[in-house]
């Protein structure tokens, strides 16, 4: 059972805009920032947005983050192919004292 | 660009200590611009924080894992290293060494299997 709580899985054609959530608490998204991670089966993840809403040099503008409250979302728009991976959204947690993962979103482009 | 290379034993036995370690190429260990973490991923779930020690050697665990886990840097060898005490076939997973302040960089992983 994960801290951060996504959608096991989320689809979409090529072209479309998809949107994964993370829903948390006060002590972890409520008072932190939000990172999220794309995972390709088979290889390590990357680092997809930091600080909520901040893409790292070389990841597509069709990727954003926000957060509100005690929630998080990435949206990815003029879904590609490519984007089949799994996404996990990652956190501070002022109770724990460590970082918590959600327990990641297996996205499906059909 | 700081690359990562983690390596050590892919079988360990019950109750026995997992040691694992992670070798850092294209920047300093010791730097003040990195720290350093482990992560896990046993097979076909999602990913879990093991811990993390920043540059000035504070370290933070996973409370689920504290009383079993050690990590520390080697400065001589530019490596980190993880120790996990008493292990289970629940260990088992990749383990994952990442840097950064939010793991921008992370090593291709290595599986490790607890088993007799």
């Known amino acids: 059972q994960s801290v951060l709580t996504q959608p096991p899985s989320a689809s979409g054609t090529p072209g479309q805009r998809v949107t994964i959530s993370c829903s948390g608490s006060?002590?972890?998204?409520?008072?932190?920032?939000v990172n999220w991670y794309q995972e390709v089966p088979g290889t390590a993840p990357k680092l997809l947005m930091y600080r909520n809403n901040q893409r790292p040099s070389g990841v597509p503008d069709r990727f954003s983050g926000s957060k509100s409250g005690t929630s998080a979302s990435l949206a990815i728009s003029g879904l590609q192919s490519e984007d089949e991976a799994d996404y996990y959204c990652?956190?501070?947690?002022?109770?724990?004292?460590?970082?918590?993962f959600g327990g990641g979103t297996k996205l499906t482009v059909l | 660009q700081l690359q990562l290379q983690e390596s050590g034993p892919g079988l360990v036995k019950p109750s026995e200590t997992l040691s694992l370690t992670c070798t850092v190429s294209g920047g300093s260990i010791s730097s003040s611009s990195y720290y350093w973490g482990w992560i896990r991923q046993p097979p076909g779930k999602g990913l879990e924080w093991i811990g993390s020690?920043?540059?000035?050697?504070?370290?933070y665990y996973n409370p689920s894992l504290k009383s079993r886990v050690t990590i520390s840097l080697d400065m001589s060898k530019n490596q980190v290293s993880l120790k996990l005490s008493s292990v289970t076939a629940a260990d088992t997973a990749v383990y994952f060494c990442?840097?950064?302040?939010?793991?921008?960089?992370w090593g291709q992983g290595t599986l490790v299997t607890v088993s007799s």
């Open positions: 020690m920043y540059y000035s050697g504070s370290t």
């Open positions: 006060s002590s972890n998204i409520g008072s932190n920032i």
């Open positions: 990442a840097s950064g302040n939010w793991f921008d960089y």
């Open positions: 990652a956190t501070w947690d002022d109770s724990l004292n460590g970082w918590v």
